[in-house]
């Protein structure tokens, strides 16, 4: 029960590893927010499966990138369980294409989500995040490994680090922000559109010659937002068995 009274928003956490992270920090006995911008169906399902276990869970709708719907996001949650104690930032968008076929639309699609969106939840968290808080950035092992047609994603997640190093020591009151950075993982937002070969190839260059499950994601991202992991902070930790 790691995260006992805790209340935590997940943002993007209707799939994928997002969900994963959800249903473990409930069954650590956190109360926890369902962030979706389009998947509700998904959203309500995941809410559905932590109450049926015995956790407490909303679905709250909010597309990152606009504030207004960001401050909802916050205030919400506030209104729902009276504070705010955790931070994950882990909504984002992936378009794997080279440099020269990535459209002004994939430009800004990318870095308003991405960049943008964790702009927009950091502001909000600077007053409305507890004391002695936590936040999770996501970030991405590809901002290291350098793979063609990677290039605007990556670009955003080395936004993404250089804002947690720098929030780490702006925002004070014993709050914690780091970002975990995953390899390649099973999820259909990094799935969709590979071949078998190159899941194969990515698969063979870390140590465990797998991809990672979202649950391997989602009980590295528990014990940052863990009282355990209070004395790490403004750091980018790695999630991806010696690939980088």
């Not at 369902?34 to 959203?43: D, G, K």
């Not at 401050?71 to 930032?89: A, P, Q």
């Not at 063609?148 to 004070?172: D, H, L, N």
């Amino acid at each position: 029960m790691k995260l006992k009274n805790k209340v935590v928003i997940i943002t993007g956490s209707s799939k994928g590893i997002g969900k994963e992270m959800a249903l473990l920090f409930a069954e650590n006995k956190a109360k926890v927010i369902v962030n979706y911008s389009n998947s509700e169906e998904e959203a309500n399902k995941t809410v559905h499966t932590i109450i049926t276990n015995g956790g407490e869970a909303i679905a709250i709708k909010a597309d990152i990138s606009k504030r207004k719907e960001v401050t909802h996001l916050f205030d919400k949650t506030i209104e729902t369980f009276g504070k705010i104690d955790i931070l994950v930032n882990n909504a984002g968008v992936m378009t794997s294409k080279k440099l020269k076929d990535i459209t002004e639309q994939d430009f800004d699609t990318h870095f308003n989500v991405n960049v943008k969106g964790l702009y927009n939840t950091l502001q909000e968290a600077e007053s409305k995040l507890a004391d002695n808080g936590n936040i999770i950035n996501i970030s991405s092992s590809t901002v290291k490994l350098m793979l063609p047609t990677y290039s605007i994603y990556s670009a955003t997640k080395a936004a993404v680090e250089q804002i947690t190093r720098v929030f780490s020591k702006e925002v004070g009151r014993g709050i914690s922000v780091n970002a975990l950075a995953p390899g390649p993982t099973e999820t259909e937002l990094f799935l969709t559109g590979k071949s078998p070969e190159f899941i194969e190839q990515l698969s063979a260059m870390n140590a465990f010659n797998r991809l990672a499950k979202p649950i391997d994601i989602a009980k590295v991202a528990l014990f940052l937002a863990s009282d355990e992991s209070k004395w790490i902070s403004g750091q980018i930790i790695g999630a991806n068995d010696a690939m980088v």
